[in-house]
Structures are given as C-alpha cells and as structure tokens.
C-alpha cells in the first residue's frame, strides 16, 4: 500500500545507464496479452498513446526528460487497472508488473532507471508532484494534462514541469487526445539490446513537430 507521502528517487540514484528491451514488438504483445483493462475508453490503450503524445511534448520543452522512461511509463501506468473507477492500488500492481517484467527479461536496465520508472508507475495515481526529477515529473504530468477526456481540467497545483504549469499548455492539452502516434513510433526512442542502452534516446520529432506551433 502506498505510504502517505511521496519518497522521491535516494540521493545516490543519479548514475542512469539507460533502460532497454529485449524486443519492442514482444513487449507491447506481452502487455496488451496481461493488462487487465485494455479495451477501457478512458484507461486503456488510447489513453496510453496519448500519455505518451503528451509526455514527448513535454519532453521538448523540459530538459533532461529521458524517453524511454517516459514511453515505458506510458504504455505501463494504467496496464493493470481491473475498472475505470478510483482503483486505487493500480499504480502499485503495475509497478510490481514491471517488476515482472524485469525479472523476465522483457525490460532492462541501469538499477536506478528501473527504480525510477517504477517510482514514476507506482506513484501516478496519489496526487504527488516531483519538481527535482524531470524525467518522473514529465510522466505524471502527461498524464494529469489527458484529464481532459474526462471533462476535468488540469490543475496546476498538480503538474511538475513548468511547462506542463503554463496557462496556455494546461488550455491547448485537448490536442493530446486528437489521433496520438502509433506504438511503433511511440516505442521507437527504446533500444532492443542492452549493448545501444544510452541515456539520451534519439528523439521521434516527425508528430510532435506538427503541433509546436500551437505553443509558440
């Protein structure tokens, strides 16, 4: 059960190697083969597509955003809800489905890039913030700017970026719901072998460079 107040990544957790997959293709298989809610129109595989839209748009803005974090999280987060109620602990099972994950060999990577994913997956659903990590602070607000599916508007009192905080990106996230890249695209900036893991992925510009405009 989550604790009550947010831990933040360990003081010493700052040597990132990279994450990895063993297959990009296989990994999405294997999600879409045990997430529990797939099919919901509020949390299921769009919704994960848009999170990720979102969060390479952040990452634009946002220095030291790392996308693979970013695209894993999304793809994972809300993998292992069983409704589209409050489901509270489903930030937990995804983070132990990861850890699954790990110790299948379906994800890889340096400790502290698996630590913070998983920090990054269990704590998206608990209303915390975390403006000392870019790269946690881009996932949760990501997801928190796709509020808007639900009728609700983002508040900013809960987004960590400052650009995810500005007036006019909190107005213009709706966009983020309008056809979202496919998972090829998506999980594309993710190394398929341990040996091309590198901290800083080669960004997928080609859709987030249609709508940066809207921003300037």
Not at 95 to 122: F, K, M, N, P, Q
Not at 145 to 156: E, K, M, S, T, Y
Not at 165 to 192: D, V
């Amino acid at each position: 059960m989550p604790t009550d107040e947010y831990p933040g990544l360990p003081v010493n957790s700052a040597n990132f190697e990279g994450l990895y997959v063993a297959s990009r293709k296989g990994l999405l298989n294997r999600v879409r083969s045990d997430a529990g809610y797939p099919g919901s129109s509020l949390h299921g595989e769009q919704h994960w597509r848009c999170v990720a839209s979102a969060a390479n748009f952040i990452a634009e803005y946002t220095p030291n955003c790392d996308l693979a974090t970013l695209s894993l999280f999304s793809l994972l987060h809300d993998s292992m809800r069983e409704d589209d109620g409050y489901d509270e602990f489903h930030g937990q099972r995804a983070a132990e489905y990861l850890d699954t994950l790990v110790d299948d060999g379906v994800i890889g990577g340096g400790e502290a890039d698996i630590s913070r994913l998983r920090l990054a997956i269990y704590w998206h659903n608990q209303a915390s913030v975390d403006p000392k990590d870019s790269t946690i602070g881009a996932c949760w607000d990501a997801d928190r700017l796709n509020l808007w599916r639900l009728g609700i508007r983002p508040n900013a009192r809960y987004l960590s970026t400052e650009f995810a905080q500005r007036e006019n990106t909190i107005n213009q996230a709706m966009i983020f719901l309008n056809s979202p890249p496919e998972w090829e695209e998506i999980l594309s900036c993710i190394p398929e072998h341990p040996k091309t893991a590198i901290s800083e992925p080669q960004r997928q510009p080609s859709r987030v460079q249609k709508i940066l405009s809207l921003f300037r």
